[in-house]
């Protein structure tokens, strides 16, 4: 179990971008995911050099997928039921909650993925009008 210092915002202080944590760039991501502040993690499409599929990046399969996740290839990810090991009910996956769900999406347990109004956020139509005038307001 990794040990770190968390932030105002709870995540990791380093990676942190609103706290300009130490990988943080200028342009305000992780200097990993910044192609002008590290340009030899991309390739010539402008993509993860590892992971791009017109260069046959090491990390994916030869159906095009991530190796660890491809169902076909049997990825160190996926269990003996053929779905991700985390989200493996039979298996007791840990982003599965005490009900079974998985933990983003239960309302029961205040999960990360369920809004103000106790919806799934990505299916709320009031967060998403309330998002799209903040937007507007912004331009």
Known sequence: ???????????????????????????????????????????????????????????????????????ECKGGSICDHGIRRTMCRECGGGSRCDHGRAKRDCVDCGGSGICIHKRRTRACRECAMEKKKTTLIIK
């Open 1 to 71: 179990m990794s040990q770190f210092k968390k932030c105002v915002h709870g995540k990791n202080q380093e990676y942190c971008v609103q706290c300009y944590g130490r990988y943080t760039c200028k342009h305000k991501k992780q200097t990993s995911a910044c192609f002008v502040c590290s340009p030899q993690y991309f390739c010539e499409h402008k993509r993860k050099r590892n992971m791009c599929s017109k260069c046959e990046g090491p990390h994916l399969c030869e159906h095009g997928r991530i190796k660890l996740q491809c169902v």
